[in-house]
């Protein structure tokens, strides 16, 4: 695995497209973003994958959904001769740095699939499950995700059970995709840094998706990490004209905002159809990232913070 930086990713919906398209994610594969081969050959040492549910097997089998995208993670892990292992503690991420194999972080992508059942929280958990998005775009069981027009009625009080529980068992709770008034009150109820895994800053492309000047500065007084995302919608207003630069566009001002601790990578690479931004075509290109924040002027300790180290400091203090 090439590089000096640990690469830390907080967002890839590779399991998600291996699922419905029944792609082996330990080949390297021509179309998409990501998979196991081209992920080790961008030097990235943490991956987190979503298990994303699509609207279209709600509201029916959403805990039977999560199990299998979990199953392609398991039968990778199981087949990859070592490789790849599953990162239950931040030791496991330091140590598949050291032994140059790839970690892979199990991340819930809204709540639905925990069918409102606690229990089955805790038995995901000891799965690995180690991330929960508390909402995606669109209402679960717990609160609304952000839409462009609403609603934004907050956590539902089972919401509020659910950052309880996610805070007792060391489970990172994720404010991306979230209404307004969950990520305020989360914010305020959460004991432990939370994080944006895939969001980016509103002030440089107005959309409903990405965060507030105010919400970047909480998330950082918090000790959270945003993690920038790649979706070219998310970067720029001309989504189009969409390139790396805008996605070190996105870091500097993040950084500038919450701070250089505040800022991370969180691709969503595999989560979106439109043509990626020039210069970041695959999970291959991760390294350019550092070389443009070299070229800005960035420290190397800042570097190893935005490719990596603000997520790993999370990932350590919040599940251990």
């Known amino acids: 695995m090439p590089g000096k930086y640990l690469i830390f990713d907080a967002h890839n919906d590779l399991l998600h497209t291996a699922y419905k398209s029944s792609l082996n994610i330990l080949l390297?594969?021509?179309?998409?973003?990501?998979?196991?081969?081209?992920?080790?050959?961008?030097?990235?040492?943490?991956?987190?994958?979503?298990?994303?549910?699509?609207?279209?097997?709600?509201?029916?089998g959403p805990l039977r959904y999560t199990l299998h995208l979990m199953d392609i993670a398991f039968k990778a892990l199981e087949e990859s001769g070592g490789k790849v292992v599953?990162?239950?503690?931040?030791?496991?991420?330091?140590?598949?740095?050291?032994?140059?194999?790839?970690?892979?972080?199990?991340?819930?992508?809204?709540?639905?699939?925990?069918?409102?059942?606690?229990?089955?929280?805790?038995?995901?958990?000891?799965?690995?499950?180690?991330?929960?998005?508390i909402a995606w775009s669109r209402r679960n069981r717990a609160a609304d995700g952000v839409t462009e027009e609403g609603p934004d009625e907050g956590l539902t009080p089972y919401g509020v059970e659910l950052v309880e529980e996610l805070n007792r068992l060391g489970i990172i709770i994720d404010i991306s995709h979230l209404a307004p008034k969950g990520v305020a009150q989360v914010l305020k109820l959460s004991k432990h840094p939370v994080v944006a895994s895939h969001s980016n800053a509103y002030a440089l492309c107005p959309h409903y998706r990405n965060l507030t000047d105010a919400q970047i500065r909480a998330i950082a007084e918090k000790g959270g990490v945003i993690g920038v995302n790649f979706v070219p919608r998310f970067l720029s207003p001309r989504p189009e004209k969409a390139s790396i630069e805008d996605v070190l566009d996105h870091i500097d001002y993040i950084a500038r905002l919450g701070g250089i601790d505040c800022v991370g990578l969180g691709s969503d690479f595999d989560g979106f159809t439109d043509p990626p931004p020039r210069g970041l075509e695959d999970v291959t290109c991760f390294p350019r990232i550092a070389d443009g924040l070299l070229k800005r002027g960035y420290s190397e300790d800042a570097v190893q913070k935005v490719m990596g180290g603000n997520f790993l400091r999370v990932f350590a203090e919040v599940v251990g």
């Open 86 to 133: 599953l990162a239950r503690k931040a030791e496991d991420i330091k140590r598949a740095k050291e032994e140059e194999k790839l970690a892979i972080i199990l991340a819930m992508e809204g709540a639905e699939g925990l069918e409102e059942d606690l229990a089955v929280l805790r038995m995901l958990h000891r799965l690995g499950l180690r991330m929960v998005g």
């Open 28 to 60: 390297r594969n021509a179309h998409g973003h990501s998979d196991i081969p081209r992920l080790m050959e961008g030097g990235v040492t943490a991956q987190v994958l979503a298990l994303f549910i699509p609207t279209d097997e709600l509201p029916s």
